[in-house]
Structure formats: structure tokens, C-alpha cells
């Protein structure tokens, strides 16, 4: 068939693809095992990709189409092998993100004989080289299977097979999605060049796949970008990084972020995502020959320049010593304005004299209004009758006797309204 031909049944199945939806105990609609139908479309997508005088823009959208398909029918695959092996091993499912590594994670484990299985060495050894676990996961799988792994639980011959055909399914989705995001990364920056130009052109092919053409990906707020191809969160992993990021995505995975300080990764996604949003929307609105990355470019320079402030050094400003004291008396103001104004706060003649002790002789006393005893020490009693002074009288202005005043008559005349209700 020609190519035209494969674009029509490509865009038919499209249309016409009911994906398989799973409750939480059973299968609604049909049978898991049979994706023929997705599995149908990998020779015709192998040659797509391959055939060089295919338009470039119209296979673009309809792989972009495809692999969110294929995206859905992997998870339900791995629902669907997590049903048929949570009687012996419920836990799994929690421990190993990838689905591939989760597929192959079981096969290993139904196909492992008794004395391997009984065996960490062997088993931790089988589970590094056949599944492509790093060591940290296959020390967590090795720990849960002593506590949550059923080894006397007998699983039926056709649970087996179907676990070994949704393995083989698998296997070849992933396998598809693959090549098409491959395939999407090798021509990405003819189609995105300004989000190329910005963070590179896997990181734009996995946007892009992600939203299904760079339309869906100019609609992101760029809120929303930093978790695109953010992992699903397992138990025994931390929410957050020494990083302080919540959500790390595809973003967070490029150069211009990774070659920085681990303190500055939080700032900077958000800087990276405010500029994808807006070369995104560019990279939308250009057309045909017109597209360019003239705008990715300066935008990245720009967030280079912000790198290299980040890491300058602070400026130090010299410490300047004090000036040296000079010896000179300082100057005195005089008059006798300035002499009234110091009369005012100056001890009088009366308080000098109560700070002081005459030799020999009893201290008189007096009680003050509020009935503490107050030493008198040389001062008069008949002084403290007589405390006014002319330089040291409070001082009012015209407003506040004004409202003393008035005060005053208010307090008379409530005086003599009480007396005449007395009377």
C-alpha cells in the first residue's frame, strides 16, 4: 500500500479506537490481551517514519495523535498485569515506576525456579541484568519480597500465559513509542525551533508528544509545564529534592538547569518555563518557510546572562575607618532663649537639695500623695509646699488652655446640675 493509504487507516483507526477501560476488579468492555489493532500500526508507522518524501507537518500531528493512545494502552496493560498478579505479589506495583522494568520485573520472577528464589544473591543478580533495576531498587524489590512476596501461592496456567502475552505487548508499545519519539527528536527543530533552541530538542519532543502537537503545548500555562514527565510518586521515595523542586519533569532535565548550583534549580525552572510557554506560542503562529528560532535564541542568552549574575561574586565595599576625634571643645550656644529652654529641664534648688546628706543629723520624711514615705534628706518641708518656679512651669499652647478651659466649664456645670436634682 502506498502512503496515502497508511495515513487514511492510520487517521481511521483514530477515529474509530475504542481503548479497553478496566474497574477496579474486572475488564468492561474488551479483552486486554486484544490491541491488535494498536499493535497492528507498527509496520506502517516504521515505514512512515523511514520514507523520506512523506509531509513532514502531517505525520508530525498524527504521531503526536497516536502516542498519547499508546501512553493510555501501556498503563492499562500494566493495570491489567498488577490485576492478574496481586495475589502473590501486591506490593510491586508501588516499588518500580517503569512499566517496562515492572513487566520485565515479573516475567523474571514466574519464570526464576525455587532455588533461585530462595537465593537473594541470585535473584539480585537476575533482577541488575535482565530488568535494568539500578541497585537501590533491586535492594527495596529484595527487601519486600521477604515480607509481601508469596512464594506457595500457585498462580493458574492461563493467568501465566496471559501475564507472558501482556509482557510481549508491552514490550512492543514501548518499543513503538519509542521510535516515534525518536523519530519526533531527529525533525523537532524544523517544527519548534524557538523551543528547541531553549531546551533542546528531546526535551521539545517529549513536550510536544506529551500535548499532542506544539497547539496543545502553547495552551500550557507555563504553571503547568514544570510537571509534564513528572514520575509517579512512590512510598519510599522524598516529595522534594535538595533542590527544593515539588515537580520534576522533562524540564528539569536540561543542560541549562543541571549545569547550575543545585540552590539555583528552583529559580530557574521557573525562568525555562516562562520562556518555553512563550516560544511555544511563537512557534504556533509562524508558518511554512517563515519559522525561525531567532526568538529561542535570545531568549536563551538572556537566561544565560541571568546565570552569569547569579554566579558573580557580591560586591564588597571597603570598610571606611572613623575620623579621628578631635580634642577642641565642642561649641556652647548661648542667649537667653537657649538659657530659658535649659532652665526647663534642669534639676531646681529644692531636688539638689533632697539629694543631699547633712552629716549628723535625722533625715525628715513626708508622705507623698499616693502614701509612700519620701526622704527629704536637706530640703525644707515648707519648700515642697511651694514647689513653683518661673523657669520650670509646664508650658501650653493657646489651643490646649483653650480646651482646658472649656473642659473646666463642662465640669462645673455637671457639678451644678447634680446639686439641683439633690435639691
Known sequence: CTISEIIESLERLLRNHKPFIMSKYEITTVNPRDISAILAITNQV????????????????????????????????????????????????????STKQYSNVITLLENSSEEILN??????????????????????????????????????????????????????LIELQEQISAYISSKIESLAPNVSALVGPKVTSLLVAHAGGILGLSKIPSCNLASIGNKKHLGHVQHTTGSGIR??????????????????????????????????????????????????????????????????????????????????????????????????????????LQNRMEFGKQES??????GEEVGLCMMNPSVMKNRGETGRVA?????????????????????????????
Open 395 to 423: 508650658k501650653m499652647s493657646k489651643k490646649m488652655k483653650k480646651r482646658v478651659q472649656e473642659a473646666d466649664d463642662q465640669t462645673k456645670e455637671y457639678i451644678l446640675s447634680l446639686n439641683d436634682d439633690q435639691l
Open 247 to 352: 515537580q520534576e519533569g522533562y524540564i528539569s532535565t536540561t543542560d541549562i538547569i543541571q549545569n547550575l548550583p543545585i540552590a539555583y534549580h528552583k529559580q530557574m525552572l521557573r525562568m525555562v518555563c516562562a520562556k518555553v510557554s512563550l516560544a511555544s506560542r511563537v512557534d504556533c503562529s509562524q508558518r511554512g518557510n517563515d519559522k525561525n528560532d531567532k526568538m529561542g535564541l535570545k531568549w536563551r542568552n538572556e537566561i544565560e546572562t541571568k546565570i552569569k549574575k547569579l554566579h558573580e561574586s557580591p560586591n564588597v565595599t571597603e570598610d571606611k575607618a572613623l575620623p579621628i576625634p578631635e580634642d577642641k571643645p565642642k561649641k556652647k550656644r548661648a542667649g537667653r532663649k537657649f538659657r530659658k529652654y535649659k532652665e526647663r529641664f534642669q534639676l531646681s534648688h529644692a531636688r539638689q
Open 365 to 370: 520624711t513626708m508622705l507623698d500623695t499616693f
Open 46 to 97: 516504521e515505514r512512515l517514519i523511514t520514507d523520506i518524501t512523506v509531509n513532514l507537518e502531517d505525520v508530525h500531528t498524527l504521531l503526536n495523535e497516536i502516542s498519547p493512545i499508546i501512553s493510555d494502552d501501556v498503563y492499562q496493560m500494566r493495570q491489567y498485569m498488577k490485576l492478574l498478579y496481586s495475589d502473590k505479589f501486591d506490593e510491586l506495583d508501588t516499588l518500580i515506576p
Open 119 to 172: 537465593n537473594d544473591t541470585m535473584l539480585s543478580e537476575g533482577l541488575l541484568n535482565d530488568c535494568e533495576l539500578s541497585k537501590e531498587e533491586s535492594l527495596i524489590v529484595l527487601m519486600s519480597m521477604k515480607t509481601s512476596f508469596h512464594k506457595n501461592v500457585k498462580l493458574p496456567t492461563d493467568i501465566i500465559q496471559n501475564l507472558k502475552i501482556a509482557n510481549k505487548d508491552i514490550l512492543k
